[in-house]
């Protein structure tokens, strides 16, 4: 049973920086794609950043360009989100999921596999 664990959340002050940590099991994820996304309260899930499990491409969200990156420990079967330069408008329950395709705007379907979350909140 492949399960995706998402940590690192936590609460921080504006201008700070978050890793978040998503750790993948239970299957071969090599011709898969692992994302990041996001729910605040009261919003649509919307689309972080994901990257390509074998070859390493990565792609960002216009919202976070430049603040996030995400990237992978293929060894340790992980994915990462290093968030810096975090702004109150990142407050959000951050997931991670896995799919065959990238799909970056709802509905998020094609992702088979979802973690359960891990919270971050944005102090002004």
């Known amino acids: 049973q492949a399960q995706l664990v998402e940590s690192g959340g936590g609460m921080v002050q ?7 940590s998503c750790a993948a099991s239970g299957r071969t994820f090599s011709r898969y794609v ?47 989100l290093q968030m810096n330069s975090l702004k109150p408008g990142d407050t959000a329950i ?5 799919g065959k395709s990238l799909i970056t705007r709802p509905p998020w379907d094609g ?11 944005v102090s002004s």
């Open 14 to 20: 504006a201008g700070d920086s978050l890793r978040l």
């Open 111 to 121: 992702y088979d596999y979802w973690g359960q979350g891990t919270q971050v909140t």
């Open 94 to 98: 951050y997931y991670c999921a896995a």
């Open 34 to 80: 692992l994302g990041w996304f996001r729910q605040a309260p009261g919003k649509e899930r919307e689309f972080v950043a994901a990257i390509f499990w074998g070859g390493g491409a990565t792609v960002h969200a216009d919202s976070v360009k430049g603040r996030f990156t995400i990237s992978r420990d293929y060894a340790k079967n992980m994915v990462f």
